[in-house]
């Protein structure tokens, strides 16, 4: 086989290789989004997004959270296209789904306009995977959802409009400009390059529209929608003061570490390249470098967005004129510059990233939140359309299908009634419902004897009474409580929670008993009063396939102030069936107690311990321990 032939070869296996690496990313962005939103971590924009576009597909244009218009935030007239995909595909991840598409797409215009500025097949996949792997945009992708992500999709496609069809260029141009009231500003700089560039008049027309529109949406347009009151800004983020504490030493690191890893793509491209480079992203850098919001410029959350979008066109366009160089300085371009954007991405992934398989390992971005998961079908199934909906603030994201949606931060008593509370069980006191249900003006319609509670106006009052007696007992739920950390636990058998139908969600141990035992349940305690008390625990336990520890498992009562445990028994062998078992204890004061569970060699699922307090006779205290 001739050498070329090999060349080819080995080409061919690096582009199928960079694809697989890819499509894998837009999977883990795919998973860790699921993630993300199942933990509700934290998700309170996503429902004011999801519940403005779900009411504009039904009529009710920019309308959200019973009484608010989205324009009084922004200027977001494009976002009105995304509607007919809410009301089509009716289930609340469709937001996140329909953000990655964007940013997706966006990867797509790069690699085509890669493609036809001569770029190699193994270069123009680099840059693909550099546009969907960098950690900046994986923030993006993983923040809830955001108006902003569209640029990542719009800003690519106005550069490969510019550049090969302005016939259509009109058509991402209009819908930049009305993304939000400041995005015109973003795209007057690459159109003023692009005009010079080529020598073209048109395209400082276009930078003069974009100009003149953003300004008059800013200063007068935004202000009208809110009547020309003080309130129509929000002036801190960019107060001097603001700005100048930005700067302090306290936030130094931050703007060091973040605009590092903003240079470091393009660096390769500054030779040839360093006019676009200063030129196309230098708007959207300096408001985020001039931001006094230390989230804004130190680029978390979905800021990046404008930041990611711009500065890849730029280093495109950077490569395209290295693209004209000659001899020995064209080939190392061609040759090094993938291989040092492609180690750049893979390092932003390891060391910066939030995906699996990173460093820094974030659970709620990288495991199935099972308590989320109960909490999501009990919104699809358990909770009625109509009416206006009162919503736990963390679940918020999943009931946004629908008119009206209230949470503790938009209620407001004097104008607000709402017909249905969806809620944690634990928060009916603190929340102030209690009395509804006391006085019979709602109903208990949904409970599953754990976290979720449905109430229903004048729906039947029978199940009030079950509902407030569980409240009178503490309880707390294992899946709800801290487990064993780090990969040791996963490894040997931990896997958190697991759902049951018909049970709810589970803390759920493999039974795996060769080493140390595991802390499956530790972090929620009680207060309790002087007296005697049993803790009843309500689990399930498989008998042990292996004996290595000699006990299924072990109960105990922890006392925090003291560091000790009050009490502790073994988990008694059963039937593998829902039953309890009881661990009686004495507190001699008023004390804070905190129940654990170790794992051994049973497979356990454990669901809840309740505390009830006994007449005084004789008691069993468990084993104590020495």
């Given at each position: ?9 080995g080409g ?7 694809v697989?690496?890819?499509v ?6 795919v998973?860790?989004s699921?993630c ?5 971590f ?7 997004y999801?519940?403005m ?10 309308h959200y959270m019973?009484?608010?218009n ?8 494009t ?6 995909f809410?009301?089509?595909i ?11 598409l964007?940013?997706?797409g966006g ?12 770029l190699s097949?193994c270069?123009?996949?680099v840059f ?9 945009t994986?923030?993006v ?7 902003v992500?569209l ?20 058509i991402?141009?209009?819908?930049t400009?009305?993304?939000r009231?400041?995005a ?16 073209w008049?048109?395209g400082w027309?276009?930078?003069?529209i ?7 949406a ?6 009208f ?7 129509a ?6 107060a ?10 306290e936030?130094?690191?931050y703007?060091?570490?973040?605009w590092v ?12 390249g360093?006019l676009?480079?200063a ?9 985020t ?5 230390w989230?804004?410029?130190s680029?978390?959350y979905?800021y990046?967005?404008?930041?990611m979008a ?22 190392m ?10 180690v750049?991405?893979l390092?932003?992934y390891?060391l910066?990233?939030v995906?699996?398989?990173a ?7 990288n ?6 998961l109960?909490a999501?079908?009990?919104?699809q199934?358990r909770?009625?359309?109509?009416g206006?909906?009162?919503s ?10 629908r008119?009206?949606?209230?949470t503790?931060?938009t209620?407001?008593?004097s ?8 809620c944690?069980f634990?928060?009916?006191?603190k929340s102030?419902?209690?009395?509804l249900l006391q006085?019979?003006?709602f ?7 754990q976290?979720?509670?449905v109430l229903?106006r004048?729906y ?12 009178k ?5 294992f899946a709800w ?6 990969e040791r636990?996963?490894?040997k058998g931990?896997?958190?929670n697991?759902y049951?139908?018909?049970?709810g ?12 035992f595991?802390n499956?349940?530790?972090?929620s305690s ?10 009843v ?6 008998a042990p ?7 299924w ?5 922890y006392?925090?102030e003291?560091?000790?445990?009050i009490v502790?028994k073994?988990i008694e ?14 507190l001699?004061?008023?004390s804070t107690?905190?129940?654990r569970?170790a ?5 356990l699922?454990?669901d809840?311990?309740?505390f ?5 006779g004789?008691?069993?205290?468990g084993?104590q321990?020495?």
């Amino acid at each position: 086989m001739s050498e070329a032939s090999l060349h080819r070869i080995g080409g061919r296996a690096l582009e199928i290789l960079l694809v697989v690496l890819c499509v894998c990313v837009v999977g883990l962005l795919v998973f860790s989004s699921w993630c993300a939103f199942i933990s509700c971590f934290p998700y309170e924009d996503y429902c004011r997004y999801y519940n403005m576009l779900w009411n504009t597909g039904h009529g009710r244009m920019f309308h959200y959270m019973v009484d608010d218009n989205y324009l009084l935030t922004h200027l977001s007239f494009t976002l009105i296209l995304l509607s007919p995909f809410v009301v089509l595909i009716d289930h609340p991840f469709v937001l996140s789904m329909l953000q990655l598409l964007c940013i997706s797409g966006g990867a797509a215009f790069v690699g085509v306009t890669a493609r036809r500025h001569g770029l190699s097949m193994c270069y123009t996949l680099v840059f693909i995977l550099f546009y969907l792997g960098y950690h900046l945009t994986q923030y993006v992708q993983l923040d809830e959802f955001h108006g902003v992500a569209l640029y990542m999709l719009l800003v690519p496609w106005l550069y490969h409009s510019l550049s090969f069809s302005r016939r259509f260029l009109w058509i991402p141009f209009m819908l930049t400009l009305f993304l939000r009231e400041e995005a015109g500003f973003m795209i007057v700089p690459l159109f003023a390059y692009i005009a010079a560039r080529d020598k073209w008049r048109s395209g400082w027309w276009y930078a003069a529209i974009a100009f003149v529109y953003a300004s008059a949406a800013t200063v007068v347009l935004y202000k009208f929608l809110h009547h020309y009151s003080p309130e129509a800004y929000n002036l801190d983020s960019i107060a001097p003061r603001s700005i100048l504490d930005g700067f302090s030493r306290e936030f130094l690191l931050y703007r060091l570490e973040t605009w590092v890893w903003v240079l470091l793509p393009v660096l390769p491209f500054l030779a040839r390249g360093a006019l676009p480079l200063a030129a196309i992203p230098a708007v959207a850098v300096i408001v985020t470098i001039l931001s006094g919001s230390w989230r804004q410029f130190s680029l978390l959350y979905h800021y990046p967005a404008i930041i990611m979008a711009t500065v890849t066109v730029a280093m495109m366009e950077a490569a395209r004129l290295q693209g004209t160089m000659t001899g020995r300085w064209k080939r190392m371009t061609e040759a090094g510059v993938p291989i040092y954007l492609f180690v750049l991405t893979l390092a932003s992934y390891f060391l910066v990233g939030v995906l699996p398989g990173a460093l820094a390992k974030r659970d709620e971005y990288n495991y199935i939140d099972k308590s989320g998961l109960q909490a999501l079908w009990v919104a699809q199934h358990r909770i009625p359309k109509d009416g206006v909906l009162f919503s736990q603030h963390e679940w918020c994201s999943f009931v946004g299908g629908r008119r009206n949606v209230l949470t503790f931060e938009t209620y407001d008593k004097s104008r607000h009634r709402f017909d249905v509370i969806f809620c944690k069980f634990s928060e009916l006191q603190k929340s102030g419902f209690l009395p509804l249900l006391q006085n019979n003006e709602f109903g208990v319609s949904y409970f599953d004897r754990q976290e979720v509670v449905v109430l229903q106006r004048g729906y039947d009052a029978s199940a009030n009474a079950e509902v407030l007696n569980a409240l009178k007992t503490p309880f707390i739920l294992f899946a709800w409580t801290r487990a064993a950390d780090g990969e040791r636990a996963e490894k040997k058998g931990l896997r958190r929670n697991e759902y049951l139908q018909d049970m709810g969600v589970m803390r759920y141990w493999s039974g795996d008993g060769r080493r140390a035992f595991i802390n499956l349940s530790s972090g929620s305690s009680v207060k309790l009063e002087p007296g005697r008390y049993k803790a009843v625990f309500l689990f399930k336990a498989s008998a042990p396939k292996r004996v290595v520890r000699g006990t299924w498992g072990l109960f105990s009562i922890y006392d925090p102030e003291e560091d000790r445990n009050i009490v502790e028994k073994h988990i008694e062998p059963g039937p593998a069936v829902f039953r309890t078992q009881e661990v009686t204890f004495e507190l001699e004061k008023a004390s804070t107690v905190e129940p654990r569970v170790a794992g051994a060699d049973a497979e356990l699922w454990l669901d809840r311990v309740s505390f009830e307090k006994v007449n005084p006779g004789g008691v069993d205290h468990g084993e104590q321990p020495p």
